[in-house]
């Protein structure tokens, strides 16, 4: 089957919070409960930002799909006969995507969701990462977002839908998406229980 994203990025449909958030570093993760059923986020780790202006929003950042990059950048030929893969980032807006970088050297207009972890919409400068010899170093692309009306992620949390933990970039860009949500579970365990005693 042919992957048909397009290359529209979400942080210009989101251009007022993304204005508001722009040197807020706010980001936290969620960790469904082991009892959240709704199969969009049963055992994900969601990074969410909330800009001062608009509601809470992220992306998914232990889904990652069948799909390889070289499918979405195919005229990019550092991705060829490469496994790097496109994650599923929420179901808001799935058809589009999403780039979360680290680095030091942002471009403009990028949104700091943690120290020198930013979402971009730059697609000039995303492609040329994507033509270096690593391609996805520091880069995650994500196939959707994820997003809340206001004062819905709050009943969610209250109704022990979510754990809330501090994000941190090396969860984000450095552990097997597999081990995230088991690893940030028992975190949140232990966070409950020091919380009771």
Aim: proline share 7%.
């Amino acid at each position: 089957m042919r992957f048909a994203l397009r290359v529209i990025f979400i942080l210009a449909a989101l251009a007022a919070p993304a204005a508001a958030a722009e040197s807020e570093a706010n980001a936290i993760f969620l960790v469904a409960s082991a009892d959240l059923r709704d199969p969009n986020f049963s055992e994900t780790v969601v990074l969410v930002t909330h800009p001062r202006e608009g509601a809470p929003w992220g992306v998914i950042i232990n889904r990652p799909l069948a799909h390889r990059l070289s499918e979405v950048f195919t005229e990019i030929e550092a991705l060829k006969d490469r496994e790097d893969v496109l994650f599923f980032g929420g179901p808001v807006a799935h058809e589009r995507l999403v780039f979360l970088v680290r680095t030091s050297q942002p471009p403009q207009h990028a949104i700091e969701v943690l120290r020198g972890v930013y979402f971009v919409a730059d697609i000039e400068w995303i492609e040329g990462l994507l033509r270096r010899p690593e391609p996805t170093r520091g880069l995650r692309v994500y196939a959707g977002h994820a997003g809340w009306a206001p004062g819905q992620l709050q009943g969610e949390i209250a109704r022990g839908g979510w754990h809330v933990l501090p994000a941190d970039a090396a969860m984000v860009f450095d552990t097997d998406p597999g081990q995230i949500w088991p690893e940030l579970i028992k975190r949140a365990a232990t966070k409950r229980t020091l919380l009771v005693q």
